[in-house]
């Protein structure tokens, strides 16, 4: 059962590892120290709920692991794995929320083909199954953008063709796409902030050259991707 917490406790599962280690240390911390490490008022009762709930996860997690190990993936884990991939959830979430393994998701990843995020400053390369040079009206299509909802890489859907109108398609002699795409936000302190799957969400727009573009409609239509996850 889900520990409720106050959003500056320190309840995250890598601190309750090392709050268990300290208390298990040849030289322990006492309980008072285990709850300030925690960030929690000094509550024994407490402190104990949180380890027992920590380790009571660490091992439901490790007997579904244990039961997926060697079970070939289905189209349904494979239509989760990258939808949550294209909406930007980290590989170790993924894998964590679906007891796979990290190398588990991220083999499937580029098994499938599907667009990787790119560090910054590094050059967006996309897969083989994903190079067009030209993209038809309505299309998915992952893009890099430097703007900070879709830096990285970003999933969208190609709206107009601007190649007879835009200066750079001449001086590059490769068409122009203007691409809509969605940034979803959740209502959190008095901001709103990006989240997944977000309970609200703004359209924002971009100009790209068909080669900093990759197109995953394929992956849309195979694997039934929800669009509103994207």
Known sequence: MAIKKKKYEKLDDVNIKRVIAALEAEQPV??????EMLNISYNTTRLRK?????????EY???RM???RGKPVDKYELQEIIEGYLAGVPVI?????????????KSHIDRIGVPSKVAEGELFIPPDECVKY??????????????PNAKGGKAGVVVKDITESSKR???EECNVYTIHYWTYLEWQEGFWISWWPG???FRSHTAKLAYDMASIQHLMDEYGIKKERL
């Not at 006492?30 to 709850?35: S, V």
């Not at 949180?50 to 660490?58: C, E, H, P």
């Not at 979430?93 to 998701?105: D, E, L, Q, T």
Request: with cysteine.
């Open 30 to 35: 006492t309980k008072k120290e285990a709850c």
């Open 169 to 171: 398609a001449k001086i």
């Open 66 to 68: 244990a039961k997926n």
């Open 50 to 58: 949180i380890i027992d709930n920590y380790n009571s996860d660490v």
């Open 199 to 201: 309970l609200k969400g």
């Open 61 to 63: 997690r490790r007997q």
């Open 134 to 147: 030209e993209f038809e009206i309505g299309e998915w299509v992952w893009f890099n953008d430097a703007h």
């Open 93 to 105: 979430k993924i894998a964590k929320n679906m007891f796979r393994s990290p190398a588990f998701i």
